[in-house]
């Protein structure tokens, strides 16, 4: 059964930082080097986004509301995730997710349960 464990997550003021991380269970390591990582998003009554991605040599695009924010790494010899998060603002309240990346955007496996980012202003 694939898994990806999200962690990291809290309760922070505007302007702070927090550093996600995401851990691929043994049944994808195989793939995982070789595949495209992202991490997504899902705020309050709101669609689930993808927020930022990182593929096998680590180019990396970012949605517009994160871009200079944020920043994806992967640590390819422990089959880890990263998601730097600086200069946090409220709208980024949010379960944060991670997960193999498909034709771009799309989501490849079921989802974790995530870990939530809570930012008061």
């Known amino acids: 059964q694939v898994q990806l464990v999200e962690s990291g997550g809290g309760f922070v003021q505007a302007g702070g930082s927090l550093r996600l991380s995401c851990a691929a269970s043994?049944?994808?390591?195989?793939?995982?080097?070789?595949?495209?990582m992202g991490w997504y998003r899902r705020a309050p009554g709101k669609q689930r986004e993808l927020v930022a991605r990182i593929n096998s040599v680590s180019n990396t695009n970012y949605a517009d509301s994160v871009k200079g924010r944020f920043t994806i790494s992967r640590d390819n010899a422990n089959k880890k995730v990263y998601l730097q998060m600086n200069s946090l603002k409220p709208e980024d309240t949010a379960v944060y997710y991670c997960?193999?990346?498909?034709?771009?955007?799309?989501?490849?496996?079921?989802w974790g349960q995530g870990t939530q980012v809570t930012v008061s202003s």
């Open positions: 043994k049944s994808i390591f195989s793939i995982f080097n070789a595949n495209v």
């Open positions: 997960n193999v990346v498909m034709n771009w955007s799309n989501p490849r496996y079921g």
